[in-house]
């Protein structure tokens, strides 16, 4: 009996690394959207000077484009700072990280992740007011961002500053 929950201890103990599955894949993912959005900019930039056209017009299309381009960017961080989390959690808590993104549970983990989340939204309502015609309803989609982004502020505020232990 007392070998048989030593094996089963040993087998609980191993099973963390079975999060690799998931660093792997964000890890993956955010690497995926990094390389080929920079590869979407690149291209942007080199048709805009194939094009030699400069115009106003022209410039805010260039705008929403980079604001886009930011927005994919944004979230290729947020899957990079979850992998790096997951890893720091589940596998190594040794990893040599900035202070800033640090994680020592998983709240800390969903509150980078919040943090993010707000940024996008930010950028995903910039992109919509560059690109604003004039006609269609901006208030309707600038009051539900503000709306989520108060909720997760008030998340991010209640959760407050950890006390040192």
Not at 50 to 73: T, Y
Not at 109 to 124: F, G, R, T
């Amino acid at each position: 009996m007392k070998s048989q929950l030593v094996t089963l201890r040993r087998v609980l103990a191993s099973s963390r690394y079975i999060i690799i599955i998931a660093v792997v894949g964000t890890f993956v993912a955010s690497l995926t959207l990094l390389v080929y959005e920079a590869l979407v900019v690149f291209q942007a930039v080199v048709a805009i000077i194939r094009k030699g056209s400069v115009s106003p017009e022209e410039a805010k299309i260039l705008a929403v484009g980079l604001i886009q381009a930011v927005d994919i960017f944004l979230i290729a961080i947020a899957c990079y700072i979850i992998s790096l989390g997951l890893y720091s959690l589940f596998v190594d808590a040794r990893l040599p990280l900035p202070r800033w993104l640090e994680v020592h549970d998983l709240e800390d983990l969903k509150a980078n992740l919040i943090s993010i989340v707000i940024a996008v939204l930010a950028v995903l309502f910039l992109r919509e007011a560059v690109a604003w015609d004039g006609e269609s309803d901006l208030l309707q989609l600038g009051v539900a961002v503000a709306l989520v982004i108060a909720a997760l502020t008030f998340f991010l505020a209640r959760k407050g500053p950890k006390s040192e232990e």
